[in-house]
């Protein structure tokens, strides 16, 4: 485990804190006005790899070559020039830290931390962070990387978890992320205002893996399984990829899954929660494209939990839910999330390619189709 410190005089700034996966929505603004729970889990900490904050450059400034060292490789409005490594926190994990007032806007609700840091270490003053509660954006701290140092605590953290510990009940069961939430206004009264909505991990998830299955296409039909996951991927691809060549074949994948067959040409698999590493294939489908999903977005697509088909009439049979009210379900279709879509395909190499830059160019079209 670890804590940070400020690295202008040593003050704890931080609870001893886990590594995790940087979350696929970390970075996610949904809606309009609505109200996002905390990111972190307590006590875990996640590094965002990438330059993040002010100062911002645009396209014309840069150019492809510059984009293309830092791994863009698509036109974008703009990129960060500021130091990569952020870390990301649960704001209740925060020691010894106060608001910065002049840095204290936001764009509605909110603190949105658009103008840099807006919190200092109490003890030297020093800008060390900048929390996040701004309407429609997931709460969180966001450490500057150039200003706290990590030191380690209590030894060594314990190794990541296994595949097998990680999908075994009833760990497994805790992990897995539910397609649908109540989604609430901002302000509004508990219990008022509040609908069942597609999750916002779940749409952001969709953008970054839309985008993979895009990249691993080759410009040709993508057939994915029935089911929930046809219900989140099928439209989508059946809109942007042209019909008629063979279509490739994707399947979920992943521990404790039997072994697909030497047909798959694309796996849906898990990444690790811990180490955000995906899972690897072996055998026939080494080669085939890994698609990467959250881990708990994973779990649900391939072991979600049991609801009884039909509404069960006298007394409850032993093991089955209650279906009274039925299971929430939105009242739309699945739309995924446009900016992780688009932030995942210009960071691909394959969107190089003519007609994956007439997808991102074709981005309000396909906004008015209902995909996004």
């Not at 302000?187 to 952001?204: D, F, I, T």
């Not at 942007?240 to 979920?252: H, S, T």
């Amino acid at each position: 485990m670890f804590v940070f410190v400020c690295a202008g005089c040593g003050t704890g700034l931080t609870a001893a804190l886990s590594q995790v996966a940087l979350p696929a929505h970390a970075h996610q603004k949904y809606g309009n006005g609505l109200q996002l729970p905390v990111l972190m889990e307590p006590g875990t900490f996640a590094v965002d790899p990438e330059p993040s904050g002010p100062p911002w450059r645009r396209w014309e400034e840069i150019g492809p070559e510059e984009a293309a060292a830092r791994g863009v490789h698509a036109p974008v409005h703009a990129l960060s020039d500021g130091a990569p490594g952020a870390i990301v926190i649960a704001p209740g994990d925060t020691r010894g830290t106060v608001l910065i007032p002049e840095n204290a806007d936001g764009y509605c609700c909110g603190l949105d931390g658009a103008d840099g840091p807006n919190l200092a270490c109490e003890a030297c003053g020093l800008p060390v962070a900048s929390r996040i509660d701004d309407c429609s954006l997931w709460q969180a701290v966001w450490l500057a990387p150039d200003a706290v140092h990590r030191l380690p605590v209590d030894g060594t953290d314990p190794a990541p978890l296994s595949w097998a510990e990680l999908t075994a009940e009833p760990a497994a069961g805790g992990r897995r992320t539910p397609p649908f939430e109540p989604i609430t206004a901002w302000a509004s009264q508990p219990g008022l205002h509040h609908w069942w909505s597609w999750s916002p991990r779940w749409e952001a998830a969709a953008g970054v893996a839309l985008a993979h299955l895009l990249a691993a296409s080759e410009g040709r039909p993508v057939t994915v399984p029935d089911g929930l996951t046809a219900e989140v991927f099928r439209r989508a691809l059946d809109a942007l990829l042209p019909a008629g060549p063979p279509a490739r074949r994707a399947v979920l994948a992943g521990p404790e899954r039997p072994t697909p067959g030497a047909d798959a040409d694309i796996l849906l698999v898990p990444v690790h929660p811990q180490t955000g590493e995906p899972w690897s294939p072996a055998g026939p489908t080494v080669s085939a494209y890994a698609v990467p999903l959250p881990f708990g977005v994973w779990l649900w697509l391939t072991s979600p939990d049991p609801y009884p088909p039909l509404p069960a009439s006298g007394r409850m049979p032993h093991g089955v839910l209650r279906d009274d009210p039925p299971p929430p379900h939105p009242h739309h279709l699945f739309r995924t999330d446009p900016a992780a879509f688009r932030h995942t395909l210009v960071r691909l190499p394959t969107v190089r390619s003519p007609w994956l830059r007439e997808i991102l160019k074709n981005g309000p079209q396909q906004a008015g189709a209902g995909i996004f």
